[in-house]
């Protein structure tokens, strides 16, 4: 196959697998991850400001996690707080291989925000297509949990203008995604000539 119908394939073959899809216990080797950063950190960027920031739970990191994030979302969430929510954080990240903390850090003075948060994303499409390239791996990004509460950012280096953006969650595929499907791509384009 050449290279053309390769990155075809997996662009479209690529899909979120969420922690109940997950194969409990089974760890991701570490030298896989490391790949997957590598390539996130390949990503576009502005002014080569390189704007992602990862920390990646793994082990007893993962209990740590959950233990952090459901405290501060009991703390900061006031009357949107929800037993059921604050319980599963206590859960999701123990369902996983890895979890990989995705920050944006900004450069203010020398770009506007979405610039950053574009390339950030750009990074993840690229852990998204790497983790997509090794067979029975998947995973997702989620911007749930404690992603917009302003002081979970500390736990994660970011400052007050930085961006923390979700997080990726990784693991063995026990049970397989559906194939996607889209519309035409036709139908969202305009050409001019």
Known sequence: MIKSELINE??????????PQFEPGKVIPDEIIWQALENANWAPNHKFTEPWRFTVFTGNGLQKLAEQQA????????????????EQMLVTP??????IAIGCKRHADQLPEIEE????????????LTVSAYDGLGGYWSTGGITFIEEAKALFDL???????????????????????????????TWVI
């Open 10 to 19: 997996l662009i479209r073959t690529r899909r979120s697998v969420f922690t």
């Open 71 to 86: 405290e501060i979302y009991k703390k900061y969430a006031g009357a949107k707080f929800k037993q059921n929510k604050y």
């Open 94 to 99: 123990q369902q996983c291989s890895h979890v």
């Open 117 to 128: 948060i574009a390339a950030v994303a750009c990074a993840v499409q690229n852990i998204y």
């Open 159 to 189: 400052g007050a203008d930085d961006k923390l953006m979700g997080f990726f969650y990784l693991g063995y595929v026990k049970v397989p995604s559906v194939s996607g499907k889209r519309k035409p791509v036709q139908e969202k384009v």
